[in-house]
């Protein structure tokens, strides 16, 4: 039960950005004023800007979206209960350059070992939101990296389904048949509600490949979604993907910048790769961390940096 819950709660780092590459792709379709209309009103709910925070200490000066300046986001993914005030389950950096139209994705184990900065320990990374919100999450990560981080998009994960349905579902190319949670999952291409999608990606243990396996199914779904998102206009139930939206997202994005992104760096989010940060499992004081090596944070830091056209 206990790796089934361990399971459960890994699962769904793709869920982040596949909704991100929404938010920047949904502003192209929004040609029809009633869209647009729909959109800036989704769009003003999920912006919550964080306070004292305007831009990142790691950064002189605001992002120049006319001079097509890389940047980075910070994507949780988080499962909210009632009394609860959360973990970041999921916690991934992007590093978007439109020079080399690309988008770098690294997803954060959530039980890596680090400093928790604001909160004077040393702890799981993911603890980081339930001490202090999405800016300690902010500035634990990028500390961790050691790049800035300029913005964020904080995802509910149980209402994440809602917006894959929304789309009106994915298809993906699946390259192993199994079955999981009662679902399966034939080789081939195969069409996915978002049921079906948690549960294409969530299978890892029967995979041999085990998690280049399950970041393989994550990714074809993160390019399905990308897929239905070039193609926003020609949908007719935006009030339905922008309530879904609206209600699952919070970001310090602005309509004003999300259009500006769109515009300069909507090339890049054709081209995703992602980046793979090795760590060692260890007890200690009876807990298990994730510890990531100084060469190995070094290299993550100077790939995102030569990416971020940081000096």
């Keep these: 039960m206990k790796r089934q819950d361990k399971t459960k709660k890994k699962k769904k780092w793709l869920k982040i950005i596949g909704i991100t590459l929404l938010i920047f792709l949904v502003a192209g379709g929004a040609y029809a004023y009633s869209i647009y ?22 950064r002189q000066n605001e992002i120049s979206y006319a001079n097509q300046e890389p940047f980075s986001v910070l994507l949780l993914g988080v499962d909210e209960r009632k009394g609860d005030s959360g973990r970041s389950d999921t916690i991934i950096a992007l590093t978007v350059n439109p020079e080399t139209n690309s988008v770098k994705m690294l997803s954060i184990p959530r039980d890596t070992r680090t400093d928790i900065i604001g909160k004077n320990k040393v ?50 190319n699946n390259d192993l048949d199994f079955s ?21 990606s969530r299978m890892r243990y029967e995979d041999p490949r085990g998690d280049f396996g399950r970041q393989y199914r994550q990714r074809e779904i993160i390019q399905g979604i990308i897929n239905k998102g070039a193609s926003f206009a020609t949908l007719t139930n935006y009030s339905t993907i922008f309530d879904a939206l609206s209600k699952n997202i919070e970001t310090n994005l602005t309509f004003s910048q999300m259009n500006d992104i769109q515009k300069n760096y909507r090339a890049a989010a054709k081209n995703v790769e992602q980046i793979e940060i090795k760590s ?32």
């Design 280 to 311: 060692t499992g260890k007890k200690i004081d009876g807990i298990y961390y994730g510890i990531v090596s100084n060469e190995e944070k070094q290299r993550i830091h100077d790939e995102l940096k030569v990416h971020l056209e940081l000096k």
């Design 37 to 58: 209309h729909s959109l800036t009103k989704a769009v003003e709910t999920m912006h919550t800007p964080i306070e004292n925070r305007p831009i990142s200490d790691k």
């Design 123 to 172: 702890d799981k990374i993911n603890h980081a939101y339930a001490f202090g919100g999405v800016k300690m999450s902010m500035d634990t990560v990028e500390n961790f990296l050691d790049i800035p981080l300029d913005y964020y998009v904080k995802i509910n994960m149980e209402g994440f389904k809602d917006i894959v349905d929304a789309v009106g579902g994915v298809e993906v």
């Design 180 to 200: 999981y949670g009662g679902d399966h999952f034939p080789i081939g291409k195969i069409k996915l509600n978002g049921a079906k999608a948690l549960n294409f």
